[in-house]
């Protein structure tokens, strides 16, 4: 079992900045592949990162086309902790962002939720114009 905790969410205008945080505890969760995931309402959940790992050591990391260039994943292994470093917020990022492991996985199968087994419960991220 992994369990995962975000955190970081909040209020911010539209240009700003927010972290996202997600600890991780449980059984070698350090060494899943880790991933953000956003639900804006009404909408399906959709990728937004991954940092996965192998061989002892981050392997790639992936991100969303939408967020290229703007938001950064990060994993702080040493903390059990991946982090979404989200700059130049847009009102259309506002979602509820979720934390997912996987212990599996290929480069696209990544970028769907199914592939995932651990979910972390969300952290609300609103993004004002």
């Known amino acids: 079992q992994v369990q995962l905790v975000e955190s970081g969410g909040g209020l911010v205008q539209a240009g700003g900045s927010l972290r996202l945080s997600c600890a991780a505890s449980?059984?070698?969760?350090?060494?899943?592949?880790l991933s953000w995931f956003r639900q804006a309402p009404g909408k399906e959940r959709e990728f937004v990162a991954v940092n996965t790992w192998g061989g002892g050591s981050v392997y790639y990391v992936d991100y969303a086309n939408f967020v290229k260039g703007r938001f950064t994943i990060h994993r702080d292994n040493a903390k059990n902790t991946v982090y979404l470093q989200m700059n130049s917020l847009r009102p259309e990022d506002t979602a509820d962002y979720y934390c997912?492991?996987?212990?599996?996985?290929?480069?696209?199968?990544?970028?769907?939720?199914?592939?995932?087994?651990?979910w972390g419960q969300g952290t609300r991220v609103t993004v004002s114009s």
């Open positions: 449980g059984r070698t969760g350090s060494t899943y592949n």
């Open positions: 997912a492991a996987s212990a599996r996985g290929d480069k696209w199968s990544l970028q769907h939720s199914y592939e995932y087994g651990y």
